[in-house]
């Protein structure tokens, strides 16, 4: 008797649901242990209890208990509710209820959304079945095979498996951590797109910026709005940064930025590029290098900035380079260029092996920090700027472990009021005074008087300049040797000592010749101020050239006439 009249009951709400439907369709109840009217409990419904199974707009609902209204298309189902809609998606809570003509279902308590291999967490999700769009208020997770995400509020789109998460943004995937105000996310491609603050990091590097992408399954970032990488050893910034960290590349354009704070270095340019496997990092367009100290900094601008670990296996006479240097072989800027890359790329996977080399040891050592020097390349059109000190070159290399520079191909250097040049410069900077600046094949010296309109000068093949607290104190000439300087007494200049050797000591004072020391075939007069001809004031091959001199940090940039002879006489 039972079972016939729950069979008479399915078809009389079988019979009603067709009914209505000519006017607005309603839910069609496939199954259900029992039902009936209890206007007690609801009125104008239909209570189903126990294994309910109904078809609405296309979806299969299972649930322990239902509603079904008779004034209003809509129905409200209790424990262990779930919704099936297409061959994916899969919708389960505690409560859900489903109106009909907005074909809106609100779902309440344990609430869990599966579609594919992208699962939705809540505790209160509304679904738009006209657009198949997942809305949460008060908190949710979308989680895959790989990510994890979580928001206060977010939206999921079933057909484009795209996220929308706002407010209190946190992810995780296999390699980062995320923490952002806004992201939309592609389930089905593993692509986090950054739409406001947001910040992406793990334990070693730190990613922020306010618009731009994460690729999580090809393990690429593209940050295009206030973007900023940094840890421990380095920071990048720029107005775009492109990063491939399977790779190690980032490529920093706009006003980029990459800062070495071990070496206390920063590389500036307009397209920075820097890989954290091998440390190499290259600058170009409006390229600057700060090397920066609590006294003083030097700006240093090229065609070409290149920086890189200073390892001596690799580069060791692969250049002329320290410390094998023959000062007659001049390198042009073509050839420095072209070795430098050709270096770079044939060496890339031993300097590799190297720093990884370097980095073990550093893990394996308690915690002790190793010294990472790095070397600094700088071609064409190489301009620096010191307090102390300016100078311009063609090629230019820097070695931070000693502080010592090298010059290539006519370079001049000035401090003060002296200029010093010569077809190759090394400066070596010692632990203890004193410096040494190495002037090898044509070295030229002048020093301007206070007047401005006498200068002295010494010349010979090759020079030892020694530095004391900043201060050039001796110079030895080794090779042709000659000097003029103005001789003083009490009452002031009283001529010119012209003279020649192979083989000059210099003593100076305060930027002024204070003694002169002819040590092998000297030949030597002092000539009055009266008998002084044109001719004598300059030695052979003067070169004066203050008007390309840089004037500040940003005067590095400016363009100075072809081959920057100045007034040569």
């Known amino acids: 008797m039972g079972r016939i009249v729950f069979f008479v009951l399915t078809a009389l709400f079988i019979l009603s649901a067709k009914g209505y439907s000519q006017t607005r369709k309603k839910v069609e109840i496939l199954h259900t242990d029992s039902g009936g009217y209890n206007a007690r409990i609801v009125s104008n419904a239909q209570r189903l209890i126990g294994n309910v199974k109904i078809l609405v707009d296309g979806a ?39 109106n009909g003509d907005t074909k809106i279902a609100k779902a309440r308590r344990n609430v869990k959304l599966i579609d594919k291999q992208t699962t939705l967490t809540t505790d209160s999700l509304d679904y738009d079945m006209n657009t198949d769009m997942a809305y949460y208020n008060y908190g949710g997770m979308v989680k895959d095979t790989a990510n994890v995400l979580i928001s206060q509020i977010g939206q999921y789109q079933v057909n484009t498996d795209k996220a929308f998460f706002r407010k209190n943004v946190v992810g995780t995937t296999k390699d980062y951590k995320i923490k952002s105000d806004t992201l939309i996310y592609f389930a089905k491609i593993r692509k986090v797109f950054i739409e406001g603050p947001t910040h992406i990091y793990n334990e070693k590097d730190t990613l922020y910026a306010e618009y731009g992408w994460y690729d999580s399954m090809k393990n690429l970032v593209n940050l295009t709005k206030n973007p900023r990488i940094w840890n421990i050893n380095q920071k990048m910034e720029a107005d775009s940064i492109f990063y491939d960290k399977g790779k190690g590349n980032a490529l920093a354009r706009g006003d980029a930025r990459i800062e ?21 990092a290259t600058a170009t367009d409006s390229a600057m290098l700060i090397q920066y100290s609590e006294t003083d900094s030097l700006f240093l601008h090229a065609d070409i900035l290149k920086t890189l670990p200073d390892t001596s296996k690799t580069f060791k006479g692969a250049l002329p380079l320290k410390p094998v240097i023959n000062p007659k072989d001049t390198l042009s800027q073509d050839t420095l260029k072209t070795t430098v890359k050709d270096i770079v790329a044939a060496n890339a996977d031993t300097i590799q092996a190297e720093v990884e080399n370097t980095l073990a040891a550093q893990d394996s050592t308690s915690g002790e920090k190793k010294q990472d020097p790095r070397l600094v390349l700088a071609y064409n059109k190489v301009r620096f700027f010191r307090e102390d000190m300016q100078g311009k070159c063609d090629s230019l290399v820097y070695w931070s472990k000693d502080s010592t520079i090298q010059l290539f191909n006519l370079p001049v250097i000035w401090s003060k009021n002296n200029q010093i040049s010569a077809q190759y410069i090394e400066m070596i900077n010692r632990r203890k005074d004193p410096d040494e600046i190495h002037m090898n094949e044509d070295a030229f010296i002048i020093g301007m008087e206070d007047d401005s309109i006498r200068f002295n000068q010494i010349k010979g093949k090759n020079m030892i300049g020694y530095v004391r607290k900043n201060e050039l104190y001796k110079i030895d000439v080794n090779g ?10 009490k009452k002031g200049i009283i001529g010119l000592n012209k003279a020649e050797s192979s083989n000059i000591t210099i003593y100076m004072n305060k930027g002024k010749v204070s003694r002169i020391a002819l040590i092998k075939s000297p030949d030597g007069e002092l000539k009055p101020m009266a008998e002084i001809d044109e001719g004598d004031k300059k030695l052979p091959g003067f070169n004066w050239q203050q008007e390309i001199r840089p004037k500040s940090k940003m005067d590095i940039f400016r363009i100075t006439q072809p081959a920057d002879t100045g007034n040569k006489e």
């Open 60 to 98: 299969y609902m299972w649930c322990d208990s239902l509603y079904s209204y008779t004034n209003k298309n809509m129905v409200d189902a209790f424990g262990k509710v779930h919704i099936v809609r297409g061959d994916t998606l899969n919708m389960y809570a505690d409560f859900i209820n489903y």
């Open 260 to 280: 070495d704070i071990e070496n206390k270095i920063i590389v500036n340019g307009n397209r920075v590029e820097y890989n954290e496997l091998t440390k190499i």
């Open 480 to 489: 042709n040797g000659q000097s003029n300087y103005y001789a003083y007494d």
